[in-house]
């Protein structure tokens, strides 16, 4: 089992960036796929990004392509969200999740999230 603890949320203005950072616990790091998803008040959970086990295949939500970027380090335990050109809408608590690779359908494991808040 992996746990997942994200961080580098916070208040930015409108066309700011900031980083996100999942750490995961654990030695089998690479063995899972990763996602982060996103929850705005009064909306369903969406999911933003995926990155595969090794890194060399990404997806994002159209409303996040060419302003997102998902990457890892599986040295470090550790994927990344880049977010820039950040805009109100994009305000939302920020969840890291993993699921493992050939075993799982869904994502199992879950971050305590990360609130991100676009000021415009």
């Known amino acids: 089992q992996v746990q997942l603890v994200e961080s580098g949320g916070g208040l930015v203005q409108a066309g700011g960036s900031l980083r996100l950072s999942c750490v995961a616990s654990?030695?089998?790091?690479?063995?899972?796929?990763m996602g982060w998803f996103r929850q705005a008040p009064g909306k369903e959970r969406e999911l933003v990004t995926t990155?595969?086990?090794?890194?060399?295949?990404?997806s994002y939500a159209d409303s996040v392509k060419g302003r997102f970027t998902i990457s890892r380090d599986n040295a470090k335990n550790t994927v990344y969200l880049q977010m820039n050109s950040l805009k109100s809408e994009d305000t939302a608590v920020y969840y890291c999740?993993?699921?493992?690779?050939?075993?799982?359908?869904?994502?199992?494991?879950w971050g305590q999230g990360t609130q991100v808040t676009v000021s415009s």
């Open positions: 999740a993993a699921r493992r690779r050939g075993l799982d359908n869904e994502y199992r494991y």
């Open positions: 990155i595969n086990w090794s890194g060399s295949i990404t």
């Open positions: 654990g030695r089998t790091f690479s063995t899972y796929n």
